[in-house]
């Protein structure tokens, strides 16, 4: 059998599986991340178990970073980023170039031929400072992302403030998603899920915390969300409204002026933490890399899943997906490449599927 050698830009959870995919079928990967450190935004979750596993995808991610991390047949350039590129006789001719320091020209550390290419270039988050939310200014308004940082590195939640737990906690979804006033009018698939993931999580570690959520309208995907969902109106307060502006007001707290509409009035409420649930937006530089590439230009921001001959799409690249979803469409866009290159076989069962083991991780309540 030919050696096949496939290039894969976007070392998320995406790239990370196509990599891994590709790799079980014996062919040779160039793996390269912009970023310095390989497993995107998906590598910085916490897991979110309570007294069970709530599939929330963040042990996959940590499989998956393991498996790649140890292949031999998977060559990791990370802080990198594609140099020259064009297509030659016998595949696509390129170069890797490192991009440690931003603004910087790149030097070229490696180079070959791919028989085929994966663009799995994953997301950007929305930035809230567009936002009149007072993040980067308020020191007890954080992102969803923030929070997930915070809960992975204490095993607890705490205010960045004072350090100590707050006692009312405020979810804001839809931050810079279904947008119209900034063009962003897709539903980011995950901040839903995630929040009430997240909130229950922070429930089970101090169940006297109290947290409201507040929404446009709960966006369920997945066969268990209606279940799920069914628990979380038993333990949390949603209110479907979205606040206007945030306030700081004493002791470093945090006011929310809301309506839940005519005829209801205006309701001013004071949290110890907001935590906004920031959207996906499309990658920088996504427009020109997929030029570049000969792909049709993005549509709506986004990659098309509509490919030229030997060139792939694969995970959140192409639009707003959670984690099992990235994970189900770049095993599909590897067995289109291992079709493309000849190799028609089925592929193999992958322990990051999302059908694999549940994580084995529960809470003890703080105090327990």
């Known amino acids: 059998m030919v050696d096949h050698r496939v290039l894969v830009i976007g070392a998320g959870i995406g790239g990370l599986t196509a990599a891994r995919t590709l790799a079980l079928f014996g062919v040779e990967v160039d793996l390269v991340e912009r970023r310095t450190a390989i497993g995107g935004h998906a590598a910085q979750l916490a897991c979110k178990a309570t007294d069970r596993c709530v599939k929330c995808g963040a042990c996959l991610v940590q499989e998956a970073l393991a498996a790649v991390t140890s292949h031999p047949r998977i060559t990791i350039h990370a802080g990198s980023r594609l140099g020259n590129f064009r297509r030659g006789s016998q595949g696509f001719e390129f170069t890797i170039d490192r991009a440690e320091a931003p603004g910087s020209g790149g030097s070229p550390h490696a180079a070959g031929t791919a028989h085929a290419v994966v663009l799995a270039a994953g997301f950007d988050v929305f930035d809230p400072q567009a936002k009149a939310y007072g993040h980067g200014t308020f020191p007890n308004v954080v992102t969803l992302l923030e929070l997930e940082r915070g809960l992975r590195a204490q095993g607890r939640l705490i205010r960045p403030s004072d350090g100590e737990p707050p006692r009312r906690v405020a979810f804001i979804q839809c931050v810079g998603s279904r947008d119209a006033r900034i063009g962003h009018l897709w539903c980011s698939r995950f901040c839903c899920a995630s929040a009430l993931r997240a909130a229950r999580r922070i429930k089970a570690l101090r ?39 945030a306030f700081e007001v004493e002791d470093r707290g945090v006011r929310l002026n809301y309506t839940e509409g005519p005829p209801h009035p205006v309701v001013e409420e004071v949290f110890d933490l907001v935590v906004l649930s920031t ?55 590897a067995a289109r490449v291992l079709a493309f290159l000849g190799r028609n076989r089925a592929l193999p069962g992958d322990p990051s599927a999302p059908a694999g083991s549940p994580c084995r991780h529960r809470v003890v309540p703080q105090g327990a």
């Open 207 to 245: 169940p006297e915390t109290e947290i409201t959520v507040f929404y446009i309208d709960i966006q369920s995907f997945g066969r268990d969300f209606e279940s799920f969902y069914g628990r979380c109106r038993q333990e949390l307060r949603l209110v479907r409204a979205i606040p206007g502006e």
């Open 279 to 333: 959207g996906m937006q499309p990658p920088a530089g996504l427009d020109a890399l997929a030029e570049r590439l000969g792909l049709a230009p993005p549509a709506g921001g986004f990659a098309s899943g509509a490919a030229v001959e030997g060139i792939f799409t694969a995970g959140a690249v192409r639009g707003p997906m959670g984690i099992a979803d990235s994970v189900a469409d770049a095993r599909d866009a």
